[in-house]
């Protein structure tokens, strides 16, 4: 169900750490966080101020840096406190590339993500 409709507000927060680093090599492990808040509470069969809230994302994965490539897995759990859809857990693969060295202050980071 997509809902665009009304008031929306969407905070998220994300924690990474660095886990090792040895020259061109990096590790780094993260959490984190989304959420969806709506003011259109069409469909939720929820009650009381959880009709408001749409989605909520949990994250958690660990990315391998060499150079410019990166790739990252993670576990993700979009649940819906409103009951608009029932819970859905990931496993996702992104690929990305660092094109600043080429691009400079234009450079786009291009990503291949895997669900």
Avoid: C
Avoid at 1 to 12: E, L, N, V
Avoid at 79 to 94: H, K, R, V, W
């Amino acid at each position: 169900m997509s809902k665009d409709r009304g008031f929306i507000a969407q905070p998220a927060a994300n924690l990474a750490i660095d886990l090792y680093e040895h020259e061109k090599f990096k590790l780094v492990a993260d959490i984190g966080a989304w959420n969806s808040f709506h003011g259109d509470t069409r469909g939720s069969t929820a009650t009381g101020s959880a009709r408001n809230w749409f989605e909520s994302d949990l994250s958690a994965g660990i990315t391998f840096k060499y150079d410019i490539f990166a790739f990252r897995t993670a576990y993700v759990s979009m649940i819906s406190p409103a009951n608009n859809f029932s819970t859905i857990n990931e496993l996702d693969f992104t690929f990305t590339l660092d094109d600043s060295g080429w691009m400079g202050k234009w450079a786009l980071n291009p990503s291949v993500l895997f669900v």
